[in-house]
């Protein structure tokens, strides 16, 4: 028997079945990643987040297109709200089937500069958040023997991927997308914009819909980023630290001037209770 294998590895998920969870969904790439997969036929989309008035609106604006939108507060970051919020979507919405663990913060400070408090936040956004999230919905997916996860580009990503390699029908997409046009990096300056240029984050929120429909295990954005990501294969430190001095990759923060870590977008109260 003859298998198609180029069919087999291009043949791209159909999203009609399919529930998705994006954490951080009322804004930034998060609002991308909602509305890119509703555009490419999602059946349902969950909209996880802690300010209400822009998941309001992202909600609003993906029903209108015709695809049924929720959104839920809830801070990924308080774990006894992620397993209440988890037991709410499974029991008005449905299994969730893709959980997009998009949600993150941060505060461009080096470690000696960091306040310990907001440290142990972006911990609790930026590590914690996503295990609490991946373990309210995984064991659901590996039971269905169907889902996708998209981590964030942190060490958990790794690990994931591996560990649901012998898991069949749960596939694991991470996106390493370099300075995205959000709030998030504000005023952070790349020397040679040319080669590292700005992404849109729609631009970020299509590649990534993309790779989960064709279960890519990982993608880097721009594509130059694959160069860095070969040469760090071979090159001896000295060369890469010269590099990095090179590219202003050790100063591209200085000028950063994003959120305060912790805060809640434009001013709305914060929902989520006491940790
Ligand atoms: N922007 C870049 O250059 C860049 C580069 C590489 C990777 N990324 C990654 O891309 C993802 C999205 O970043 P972005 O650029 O869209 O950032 P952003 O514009 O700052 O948006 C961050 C999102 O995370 C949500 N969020 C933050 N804390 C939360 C919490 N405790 N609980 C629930 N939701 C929370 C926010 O929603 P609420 O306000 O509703 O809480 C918001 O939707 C992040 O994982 C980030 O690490 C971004």
């Not at 969870?21 to 990643?33: A, E, M, N």
Request: charged letters at 25%; one cysteine or more.
């Amino acid at each position: 028997m003859e298998i198609d294998y180029r069919a087999e590895c291009c043949k791209r998920k159909d999203l009609s079945g399919e529930v998705v969870l994006i954490t951080g969904g009322g804004r930034g790439i998060g609002r991308h990643l909602a509305k890119e997969f509703a555009k490419q036929g999602a059946k349902k989309v969950i909209l996880w987040g802690r300010t209400e008035k822009c998941l309001k609106q992202t909600c609003e604006e993906i029903s209108l297109e015709g695809t049924e939108c929720h959104y839920f507060i809830c801070d990924v970051g308080n774990r006894e709200e992620v397993y209440q919020q988890a037991k709410v979507v499974r029991e008005k919405v449905g299994d969730v089937t893709i959980l997009v663990n998009n949600a993150a913060v941060v505060h461009g400070k080096s470690l000696m500069d960091s306040d310990d408090d907001a440290l142990l936040k972006s911990q609790h956004v930026n590590t914690l958040g996503q295990f609490w999230t991946t373990k309210a919905f995984l064991p659901r997916m590996l039971e269905l023997q169907g889902g996708h996860v998209v981590p964030p580009p942190y060490a958990f990503m790794e690990s994931l991927t591996l560990g649901l390699l012998d898991c069949p029908g749960v596939g694991c997409t991470t996106v390493l997308p370099f300075h995205t046009n959000t709030e998030m990096f504000q005023g952070m300056q790349v020397r040679f914009p040319r080669l590292f240029p700005p992404l849109k984050p729609e631009v970020v929120a299509q590649k990534t819909v993309d790779a989960v429909r064709s279960n890519k295990a990982f993608v880097y954005l721009p594509w130059t980023m694959h160069a860095l990501v070969i040469l760090k294969s071979f090159l001896p430190q000295f060369a890469l630290e010269e590099i990095h001095r090179f590219s202003g990759s050790y100063s591209c923060m200085n000028t950063f001037k994003g959120a305060h870590i912790g805060e809640v977008h434009a001013g709305e109260p914060a929902t989520s209770s006491e940790r």
